[in-house]
């Protein structure tokens, strides 16, 4: 399984020293359903170094828990009832996960239906990817963030050490007689995720306007693909260029990094555009360019000198001075 980080909503502008950080650690080892869900033996000794990385925060651990929801509302309800100011929160899950694709529809639902001459049925199935509760109750991550959102806190991190497969099972217990499965998705090779960067324009949930584009912003920030960006910090230049004009518009970036994998990687290339003259940036040091680096800084020195001589001498100083023309910064 993969540990899976993720932040949302942040407010640094008040003051933390009034306030507590808080945890809730949900440890899901035992299983009613076996046959579909097998017990995990390391979960416990999950919790046990979650909570030692999580020394000084308010922390409630719970195991083996059946509805998740109703574990999150419960921490919400006490926190609310003793009028906590939460800094950080953070959300720790280690079980089973899965990417739903199958939804069910129950005997109630279809002879309403068919009563009310309506083809369109309701679910209440979570889709996506979700936790999976000791007895199988699915809560979609979507859902999670919701519900942690209540509490009002500064931050909120999400740590996940679950599966994100897919299921796609045909087994219904109960009331349940219908089931839709949804399209069948591929799983990715973990090399080739490694080599995939997903940038989305917009966030999780939210629309996007026509005339602000997250592709006009690239634009933007690029000054029209003449500027080279690395790629690990291109959604954080993108966020900062809308919140600078009041777009409440956020992208976000999805990647896989594995040490220095994308450290090198501008976009959207490695090359930068001057005018005419292209400056291929190396991926090290080269003592040779660091030298040319130094003499193309003293001619520019040079170049100052002449134009304040210049202005000195003739009061003014165009465009077209020889002084002022741009020069390579190395040869080949």
Same mark, same amino acid.
């Given at each position: 399984?993969?540990?899976?980080?993720?932040?949302?909503?942040?407010?640094?502008?008040v003051?933390?020293?009034?306030?507590?950080?808080?945890?809730?650690?949900?440890?899901?080892?035992?299983?009613?359903?076996?046959?579909?869900?097998?017990?995990?033996?390391?979960?416990?000794?999950?919790?046990?170094?979650?909570?030692?990385? &999580?020394? %000084?925060?308010? /922390?409630?651990? +719970?195991?083996?828990? #059946?509805?998740? *929801?109703?574990? @999150?509302?419960?921490?919400?309800?006490?926190?609310k009832s003793?009028?906590?100011?939460?800094g950080?929160?953070?959300?720790?899950?280690?079980?089973?996960?899965?990417?739903?694709?199958?939804?069910?529809?129950?005997?109630?639902?279809?002879?309403?239906?068919?009563?009310?001459?309506?083809?369109?049925?309701?679910?209440?199935?979570?889709?996506?990817?979700?936790?999976?509760?000791?007895?199988?109750?699915?809560?979609?991550?979507?859902?999670?963030?919701?519900?942690?959102?209540?509490?009002?806190?500064d931050?909120?991190?999400?740590?996940?050490?679950?599966?994100?497969?897919?299921?796609?099972?045909?087994k219904?217990?109960?009331?349940?007689?219908?089931?839709v499965?949804?399209?069948?998705?591929?799983?990715?090779?973990?090399?080739?995720?490694?080599?995939?960067?997903?940038?989305?324009?917009? &966030?999780? %949930?939210?629309? /996007?306007?026509? +005339?602000?584009?997250? #592709?006009?912003? *690239?634009?933007? @920030?690029?000054?029209?693909?003449?500027?080279?960006?690395?790629?690990?910090?291109?959604?954080?230049?993108?966020?900062?260029?809308?919140?600078?004009?009041?777009?409440?518009?956020?992208?976000?970036?999805?990647i896989?990094?594995?040490?220095?994998?994308?450290k090198?990687?501008?976009?959207?290339?490695?090359t930068?555009?001057?005018?005419?003259?292209?400056?291929?940036?190396?991926?090290?040091?080269?003592?040779?360019?660091?030298?040319?680096?130094?003499?193309?800084?003293?001619?520019?020195?040079?170049?100052?000198?002449?134009?304040?001589?210049?202005?000195?001498?003739?009061?003014?100083?165009?465009?077209?001075?020889?002084?002022?023309k741009?020069?390579?910064?190395?040869?080949?």
């Open positions: 399984t993969k540990m899976d980080t993720k932040v949302e909503h942040m407010d640094t502008t003051n933390t020293s009034t306030k507590k950080d808080v945890a809730l650690i949900v440890l899901n080892s035992q299983h009613v359903n076996s046959e579909k869900y097998s017990d995990l033996h390391h979960v416990s000794k999950d919790g046990a170094m979650m909570q030692k990385m &999580l020394n %000084g925060y308010e /922390t409630t651990v +719970s195991p083996n828990v #059946t509805d998740i *929801l109703k574990e @999150v509302k419960e921490l919400n309800e006490k926190h003793e009028n906590s100011v939460i950080r929160l953070h959300f720790h899950f280690s079980g089973h996960g899965v990417h739903n694709a199958r939804i069910f529809i129950t005997e109630e639902e279809k002879i309403k239906a068919i009563e009310s001459n309506i083809t369109t049925k309701i679910t209440d199935t979570p889709v996506g990817e979700c936790l999976v509760g000791r007895a199988g109750k699915l809560f979609s991550i979507h859902d999670l963030k919701h519900e942690l959102l209540t509490l009002g806190s931050t909120i991190v999400i740590t996940l050490d679950c599966c994100r497969s897919e299921s796609r099972g045909s219904t217990r109960g009331q349940i007689s219908e089931e499965k949804l399209l069948s998705k591929e799983a990715i090779s973990q090399t080739d995720q490694e080599k995939i960067v997903v940038l989305y324009g917009s &966030l999780d %949930g939210h629309s /996007t306007l026509d +005339s602000r584009s997250f #592709t006009l912003e *690239l634009f933007r @920030v690029t000054s029209k693909g003449n500027v080279n960006i690395p790629i690990l910090s291109l959604a954080s230049k993108v966020n900062a260029s809308w919140k600078d004009t009041d777009s409440d518009q956020r992208c976000k970036s999805d896989v990094e594995v040490g220095d994998n994308w090198d990687f501008n976009w959207p290339s490695n930068t555009v001057e005018g005419n003259i292209i400056i291929v940036e190396p991926s090290e040091l080269d003592p040779r360019i660091i030298y040319e680096t130094l003499n193309q800084i003293k001619e520019e020195m040079i170049c100052v000198k002449a134009d304040v001589e210049m202005l000195k001498n003739e009061g003014n100083l165009t465009a077209e001075s020889p002084a002022r741009r020069r390579p910064s190395f040869k080949n």
